[in-house]
């Protein structure tokens, strides 16, 4: 179990396992969160679906798992039309959920993602292909 909380302006503790860590936080004028500990800093900023599937440059193909991890969920089925955002599978790694999504409207092709499956690093989890015009109209 997890817990984090604030306790004073601009640090927050974090436990987890029974083990407490503190961080420096700050939020920066562009958004980014930047979290900091033991000499290093990590900037995070939450990126809306939209917002990553036009990062892809509207381009469909493989959805690969960011780190070596488990499967947890998976929701789409071969064949399944989407939409850009639309969750797809679920990847628990480090404790973490990191959840995959459509990088554009399309359809669910080659499912590799299995419940319960561990992945490596990187693996296609699943191909989304791109809705051609006419889909979308």
């Known amino acids: ?20 860590r503190r961080f420096a936080v700050a939020e920066g004028a562009d958004g980014v969160v930047w979290i900091g500990r033991d000499g290093q800093a990590w900037g995070v900023r939450e990126q809306a679906p939209t917002e990553a599937a036009a990062a892809a440059g509207g381009a469909g193909g493989p959805v690969v798992s960011p780190m070596p991890g488990t499967v947890t969920v998976v929701e789409v089925a071969d064949g399944d039309a989407v939409v850009a955002g639309q969750k797809l599978v679920v990847v628990e790694a480090m404790k973490m959920e990191h959840v995959l999504t459509a990088p554009v409207d399309g359809t669910v092709r080659e499912l590799r993602a299995r ?4 992945v490596a690093k990187d693996a296609v989890l699943l191909v989304v292909e791109p809705a051609t015009q006419e889909e979308q109209a």
Do not use: L, N
């Open 115 to 118: 419940t319960g499956a561990t």
């Open 1 to 20: 179990r997890c817990r984090t909380a604030a306790v004073a302006p601009g640090v927050v503790e974090h436990t987890q396992d029974g083990r407490t």
